[in-house]
């Protein structure tokens, strides 16, 4: 599977972005999708997950609240719309895949990985 994921800019802090993930093939629904982020001389870290219907999610305790992650599965797409972005949250954004049913917070546990698109909050 190949993941394309669009959306990111630069905000002031406070605003919004939605960031996309689109994914080729037919097999879309049969993936738990993640979110992740790396930011300069870090690790990359968890965000949110959301399961093969929709009906599950899981957050990034820094995110709760502002993070809201979905998909489409006619589309082939996961979203991340972010609100009340923070300093904190520049970082690059990946999409990845996950051929279990259960969401992972583990960078290990997703196998194909998007290429990542950049965010960046200002002051």
């Known amino acids: 599977v190949q993941l394309q994921a669009s959306g990111g800019g630069l905000v002031q802090a406070g605003g919004c972005l939605r960031l996309?993930?689109?994914?080729?093939?037919?097999?879309?629904?049969?993936?738990?999708m993640g979110w992740f982020r790396q930011a300069p001389g870090k690790e990359r870290e968890f965000v949110a997950g959301i399961n093969r219907s929709g009906g599950s999610t899981r957050y990034a305790d820094s995110v709760k609240g502002r993070f809201t992650i979905s998909r489409d599965n006619d589309k082939n797409t996961v979203y991340l719309q972010m609100n009340s972005l923070k300093l904190e949250d520049t970082a690059v954004y990946y999409c990845?895949?996950?051929?279990?049913?259960?969401?992972?917070?583990?960078?290990?546990?997703?196998?194909?990985w998007g290429q990542g698109t950049q965010v960046t909050v200002s002051s």
């Open positions: 996309s993930c689109a994914a080729s093939g037919r097999t879309f629904s049969r993936y738990t």
């Open positions: 990845a895949t996950r051929d279990y049913p259960s969401i992972s917070g583990e960078v290990r546990g997703y196998d194909y």
